[in-house]
C-alpha cells in the first residue's frame, strides 16, 4: 500500500502501555497504517525503545515516553512531549491497565486503589488531555474527517462480571459509561469516542490462562471461535476504529472476544 493509501497517513497517535501485549501490537499496526506513534509506557523502557527502533526500522515515525496515566501531571507532560514531537495528536488509545485479584475478603484497599487509579482515572486523565488538545488544535491540515478520536481499551468485563476481580470488573464497568457518556458529550466537537472490548488475548497479563495445556483447554470452553485471542487480533481493530472508515462509530464498543460475551453456556440449549 502506497503511503497515500495508508488509512491513518498523517496522524499521530498516542497508545498508552504500548511496551507489552496489546499496546504494543496497537502502536505497531497504527505505524503500519501510516500513523506517527508515541510509544508509552511506565516502567518496560526496553521494549518501548526496542518497539521504536522497530518502526523507525520500517521508516515509520515513532517516539517512546515514559508516564504513569494515573498521575495528572505525567498525562499532561505526556501529551505535551507528543504534541511537540508530531505537531499534533489526532489518535488516542487509551490501552494501559493492570490486574491486582483477590477475593473481596482478601482485597486490600491499596489493590483496589490501584486497579481504580489506572484502568478507570487513566482512561479519564488521557481522554480529558485528548479532547482538550483536539478542540484547539486548526482545522486546517487535519487528516481525517474527525477532530480526534479516542479509543478507550475496555474488556468483555465492563459487561460480564468477574468473580474475584471486582476491581477490575469496576473499572471496566467504569469504562464503558465513561466511553458513552463522552462520546455524547463530545460528538458536536466532532470528536469520536469508542471502546475496545477484548475477550481473552494471549498476554502478560493472562498468562496464568494459557500456559499450560490445561489451562489452556478450560479457557478455550469460555470460547465460542474456539481459539485465545492474539493481540493483533485486537490491533487491526484499533486501526479501524481510529480511521475515517469509521467515521460515522462513536459511544460504541467494538467486542473483540471470539464469542465471549455470547454466553457461551447456552450453547447446548443451556
Ligand atoms: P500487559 O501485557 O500486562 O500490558 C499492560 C501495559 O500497561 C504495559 O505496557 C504496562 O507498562 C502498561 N501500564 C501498566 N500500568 C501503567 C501505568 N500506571 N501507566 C502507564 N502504563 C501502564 O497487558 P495487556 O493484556 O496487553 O492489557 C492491555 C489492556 O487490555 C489493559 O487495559 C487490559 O485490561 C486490557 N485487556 C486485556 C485482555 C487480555 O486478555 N490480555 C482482555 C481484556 C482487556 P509497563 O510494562 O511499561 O509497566
Known amino acids: 500500500m502506497s503511503f497515500k493509501e495508508q488509512l491513518l497517513a498523517h496522524h499521530a497517535a498516542i497508545v498508552t502501555g504500548a511496551s507489552s501485549g496489546i499496546g504494543l501490537a496497537v502502536a505497531e499496526a497504527l505505524a503500519a497504517a501510516g ?62 491497565g493492570v490486574q491486582k485479584d483477590a477475593a473481596v475478603a482478601d482485597m486490600s484497599l491499596a489493590d483496589w486503589n490501584t486497579v481504580i487509579d489506572v484502568n478507570l482515572t487513566g482512561q479519564f486523565l488521557c481522554a480529558r488531555e485528548a479532547v482538550r488538545r483536539f478542540r484547539v488544535q486548526p482545522c486546517k491540515g487535519r487528516p481525517a474527517r474527525s477532530a480526534g478520536t479516542i479509543i478507550a481499551m475496555s474488556s468483555v468485563h465492563e459487561i460480564i462480571p468477574w468473580a474475584g476481580h471486582i476491581n477490575y470488573a469496576a473499572a471496566k464497568g467504569g469504562t464503558r459509561m465513561l466511553t458513552r457518556s463522552l462520546a455524547q458529550e463530545v460528538a458536536a466537537d466532532s470528536i469520536r469516542v469508542n471502546a475496545i472490548a477484548p475477550g481473552a488475548i494471549r498476554t502478560p497479563i493472562n498468562k496464568d490462562a494459557w500456559d499450560s495445556d490445561a489451562a489452556l483447554e478450560k479457557l478455550l470452553r469460555l470460547i465460542p471461535y474456539g481459539r485465545i485471542g492474539e493481540p493483533e487480533d485486537v490491533a487491526r481493530a484499533a486501526v479501524w476504529l481510529a480511521s475515517d472508515q469509521a467515521d460515522y462509530v462513536t459511544g460504541t464498543t467494538l467486542f473483540v472476544d471470539g464469542g465471549m460475551s455470547l454466553y457461551p453456556e447456552f450453547r447446548d440449549n443451556g
Open 35 to 96: 500513523a506517527a506513534v508515541v510509544v508509552n509506557y511506565r516502567s518496560d523502557g526496553d521494549r518501548a525503545d526496542a518497539l521504536v527502533e522497530r518502526i523507525v526500522g520500517d521508516n515509520g515515525r515513532a517516539i517512546a515516553v515514559q508516564a504513569d496515566v494515573s498521575d495528572e501531571a505525567d498525562v499532561a507532560r505526556l501529551f505535551d512531549v507528543a504534541a511537540e514531537a508530531f505537531g499534533r495528536i489526532d489518535v488516542l488509545v487509551s490501552n494501559s
